[in-house]
């Protein structure tokens, strides 16, 4: 296994070396520009479309499986998946596989701009390989929408459950004719109070429109559906959980050589999204409820999964330490619980830290030759909630030793932004080199991707905090030893 990661790395370490450009965020105030007068060409068509909307968790999430075919009569290698302006801020998590070699990658996707008044903006997605005339290929995209849920009504009583509106379009959004497609919405639970139902013969089939079978709703088929085409539905179901949204994550991973430690520690701004409360929140009901566990809106504890070997957490919030939690380890899994100081009701914030070690060598690995380093964490970790759980921003700061150089990376996770600068902490001369990577729109869907860091820490770069310790020691002592000579007395000298 070792041997196995240490091969990955130096693959790693040479391919990001041999395209050092391949990481560069684009910030989303640069993006690519079109003319104002664009129009997506109608190079491609939709032979068959799927799309499923996931609404099991407390963000949707669509996945679109469709085969492309070019129509034009030269080789296309640019697909445009439109947006209405509204939602573009809040699509996240935007992936695209190949449906049929989901691991071949080359898949690269970037948000354009043509008319920032325009209620249209697209997605463009550009293919590994230029599609040639009449070739077809199965695209799988997939994202979520992050607060596009609403409760509706918007308060309810403290044990009331709670209903969610979800409003889309039965057609697919495309920039392209589509030749046959159906829309399928997956539910948490088979309780639908309400959904949009169109009259018989909308679909090619002439059945009822949508068909209703357990938990899922399907609309359509529907054939020679037109670029552009919009069929507004809306639907209302029971989703008596929380909607935990957090605005701003900011994640600190600092890297110890002498001390053999890496330390994470994660500040979290959170709102529960979910219906608020009508009355006042009733303390002796929810002691109660608390015996027969009733399924409720409100957040109660976050389950975190740490990685195998972490120790010595803490959990803390704006009035100090917070003893209601529980830490379990063993040599397979470590679990850390975590009760905030009261339950967050709809409409309520909680704002706390968590912090935790860890060896370092599980991470760190040292290149044969030279004086390279890489290592491998979770871009993020995290409660894992069976709701689910959306971040508006994350911030990651990889905190590595004073003297590192040469500082490199590669993650999968969309970023917006990435920077490096200095961090200074106890005893520092020239100050830590930090990596600083920004991302938004996240899901808890990518809590274990992967950011892998490679830099250079030369030998003599580890010497400079032994040197700064043994520089203050002796300056303490020389001047203890000079006040020491001092003639204080204030007799005559003889």
Do not use: C
Not at 263 to 290: D, G, I, K, M, P
């Amino acid at each position: 296994m070792k041997s196995l990661v240490i091969t990955a790395s130096l693959s790693l370490l040479s391919s990001v070396l041999g395209s050092s450009g391949s990481n560069t965020p684009k910030p989303l105030n640069s993006r690519p520009a079109l003319p104002s007068n664009f129009r997506p060409p109608q190079v491609f068509r939709n032979v068959n479309l799927v799309r499923t909307v996931n609404l099991e968790k407390s963000y949707p999430r669509d996945t679109i499986n469709v085969i492309i075919e070019n129509v034009d009569k030269e080789s296309q290698d640019e697909y445009f998946l439109p947006f209405e302006s509204t939602l573009l801020e809040n699509v996240g998590a935007f992936e695209v596989k190949d449906k049929k070699n989901p691991e071949k990658s080359g898949f690269r996707v970037e948000v354009v701009e043509y008319d920032p008044q325009s209620p249209t903006q697209f997605y463009r997605i550009r293919l590994p390989e230029p599609l040639k005339p009449s070739a077809q290929q199965t695209l799988s995209i997939s994202y979520s929408l992050l607060s596009s849920l609403r409760p509706l009504p918007a308060a309810i009583d403290q044990s009331d459950k709670q209903y969610l509106v979800h409003a889309f379009s039965a057609y697919s959004p495309s920039s392209y004719k589509t030749l046959k497609q159906k829309t399928k919405v997956k539910f948490p639970g088979t309780e639908i109070k309400e959904y949009t139902v169109f009259p018989k013969g909308k679909n090619t089939d002439g059945t009822e429109d949508p068909q209703k079978q357990g938990s899922t709703i399907t609309y359509g088929p529907y054939s020679e559906v037109s670029a552009g085409a919009q069929e507004p539905v809306q639907v209302r179901y029971e989703f008596t959980k929380p909607l935990l949204h957090v605005s701003t994550l900011e994640r600190d991973l600092e890297v110890s050589h002498w001390g053999g430690n890496l330390a994470t520690e994660e500040r979290y701004w959170t709102v529960n999204r979910a219906a608020n409360l009508s009355n006042h929140f009733s303390r002796v009901a929810w002691q109660t409820s608390e015996y027969y566990k009733p399924a409720s809106v409100a957040v109660s504890s976050l389950k975190m999964p740490l990685l195998v070997g972490s120790l010595n957490p803490y959990f803390t919030d704006e009035i100090g330490n917070v003893s209601t939690s529980r830490f379990r380890s063993s040599r397979k899994e470590a679990h850390l619980e975590l009760k905030p100081r009261y339950p967050v009701f709809g409409g309520w914030k909680y704002n706390f830290r968590v912090g935790w070690d860890a060896d370092l060598k599980n991470f760190l690995r040292k290149l044969s030759g030279g004086d390279g380093y890489v290592l491998k964490v979770p871009f993020m970790e995290g409660p894992k909630q069976s709701e689910g759980i959306e971040y508006g921003k994350v911030e990651v700061r990889v905190i590595l030793p004073e003297g590192a150089q040469n500082v490199k990376y590669l993650t999968s996770v969309p970023l917006v932004s990435a920077e490096t600068s200095l961090h200074y902490t106890f005893m520092d001369t020239l100050g830590r080199t930090t990596l600083k990577l920004t991302a938004l729109n996240l899901v808890d869907d990518l809590r274990d991707l992967d950011l892998i860091v490679t830099y250079d820490y030369p030998f003599t770069a580890g010497l400079r905090k032994p040197f700064a310790i043994f520089v203050g020691v002796m300056t303490v002592f020389i001047a203890a030893w000079g006040v020491g000579q001092l003639d204080t007395s204030i007799g005559r000298r003889k």
